[in-house]
């Protein structure tokens, strides 16, 4: 015999499931005006990412790769900096079309990542961070890259071979100074501070938004199984192509710094 108040709420529980509307495929919504008709919460959700990438993108140039023409040993490095600073103002500039697009508030109202409060001060810390951080950065456009709104899914399609090609400019020169034994006890230095704060990248384990952004197919994955994806690619490049130490760090984050 069934308990009826096990069954109570059962119909109540039926009606909101099926009112719930389904998850929009990877690139089902074509542009602006598809957006819009959506409603405010997902155009409002896709705000929170754009205006993110358009401020972190900029934020991330100015703080670590103008600076690091000046850091760069050669001129082949100054030449490399300078290119990795064009592109990554290409690609602010490129997300900012987006925002532009969607008539989105300004993206300044809130600041950019930690990560990017500080110019970095040295040529090590330069490739560590294009390793490191653009790793990062290259797990947030992949869940993006399956993203329902089809504008911000290309975009980061696109952008991806650039990424990568930064991230192998960052191991392959960071790989070079940790073969030097001078070098190796500042390179470790560097892994241990930009490791714990990059795991921050990635958001709360609890946040809200995340779970509305998977709610209508911005992003398919937690923050945490981003976390948990970048800390296994980050571990393989410090151990295995450096032969540094990983840093013991969580994998999740309540928002604290301490």
């Not at 957006?35 to 997902?42: I, R, T, W």
């Not at 532009?100 to 001060?121: C, I, K």
């Not at 975009?155 to 070098?183: I, K, T």
């Not at 994806?229 to 450096?242: K, M, T």
Request: glycine share 6%; proline share 7%.
């Amino acid at each position: 015999m069934v308990d009826p108040e096990c069954t109570r709420e059962v119909p109540a529980i039926i009606s909101s499931y099926r009112e719930k509307p389904p998850v929009p495929e990877p690139g089902e919504i074509g542009g602006p005006e598809e957006a819009f008709a959506l409603g405010d919460e997902y155009v409002e959700c896709l705000g929170k990412i754009i205006n993110s990438h358009v401020r972190n993108e900029r934020a991330g140039a100015a703080a670590f790769d103008e600076p690091s023409i000046a850091h760069a040993p050669t001129a082949k490095d100054k030449w490399l900096a300078c290119r990795m600073a064009m592109e990554e103002y290409g690609h602010h500039l490129q997300f900012n079309k987006l925002a532009a697009a969607l008539s989105l508030e300004d993206p300044y109202t809130r600041p950019p990542l930690t990560v990017f409060e500080e110019e970095l001060s040295s040529w090590p810390e330069y490739v560590l961070s294009k390793a490191l951080i653009d790793l990062a950065e290259i797990v947030l456009m992949e869940d993006l890259c399956s993203c329902s709104y089809r504008p911000l899914r290309d975009l980061c399609v696109s952008l991806m071979p650039e990424e990568r090609f930064h991230v192998r400019l960052g191991r392959d020169g960071s790989r070079r100074l940790a073969r030097d034994p001078a070098r190796r006890g500042e390179m470790q230095r560097v892994v241990d501070g930009m490791v714990p704060v990059t795991m921050t990248f990635f958001g709360r384990s609890d946040s809200p938004n995340n779970a509305r952004f998977r709610r209508w197919g911005i992003k398919r994955l937690t923050n945490d199984e981003c976390r948990r994806i970048f800390s296994e690619r980050a571990r393989s490049i410090v151990e295995d192509d450096l032969n540094l130490v990983f840093p013991e760090v969580k994998q999740t984050w309540n928002g604290s710094m301490n």
